[in-house]
């Protein structure tokens, strides 16, 4: 992940935030009890994401990685081309969003991760994907 011009804040109880050189990452993660199953060690969240571009170039995202850790400290890495079968080109101004999912074997959890995006020119940065935490009802919860 890019250590320049990034800036991380929570924006809300369930909303969270990441600023890297002029493109914002908004999430909103959302426990789907109707899609887990406790009993079985089955826990699903959906993720709103909206990717904004607050700079003056046009940006193609090609690519994604997540690194999503659950309460016992596993970590799953997940790498791939753009995001739910799409490389969006976004230009100035403009919003992209998605949803998308993430199952857990723990009742908590969190991910992050980031994009890469591409300028007109060829030249690639990575765009952060803020730190956002998945809880379920039915964990515990623990300030650290």
């Not at 800036?7 to 993660?29: C, H, N, W």
């Not at 199953?37 to 990685?65: C, H, M, V």
């Not at 690194?67 to 016992?72: K, L, N, V």
């Not at 994907?129 to 515990?140: M, R």
Request: hydrophobic content about 30%.
């Amino acid at each position: 992940m890019s250590e320049d011009k990034v800036d991380f804040m929570k924006i809300s109880e369930e909303s969270y935030e990441a600023l890297t050189s002029g493109v914002r990452v908004s999430v909103q993660p959302v426990y789907l009890e109707e899609e887990s199953d406790p009993d079985e060690g089955r826990y699903f969240w959906a993720y709103q994401i909206q990717i904004e571009n607050l700079g003056e170039e046009t940006l193609q995202l090609k690519s994604r990685y997540w690194r999503i850790t659950d309460s016992m400290g596993r970590i799953e890495e997940v790498q791939g081309e753009g995001v739910v079968g799409e490389q969006p080109v976004i230009e100035p101004g403009y919003v992209f969003e998605y949803t998308s999912g993430a199952p857990l074997g723990t009742a908590s959890g969190f991910m992050v991760g980031h994009y890469r995006m591409y300028k007109n020119d060829g030249t690639s940065f990575d765009v952060d994907i803020p730190a956002f935490s998945l809880d379920s009802p039915y964990g515990s919860h623990t300030l650290n």
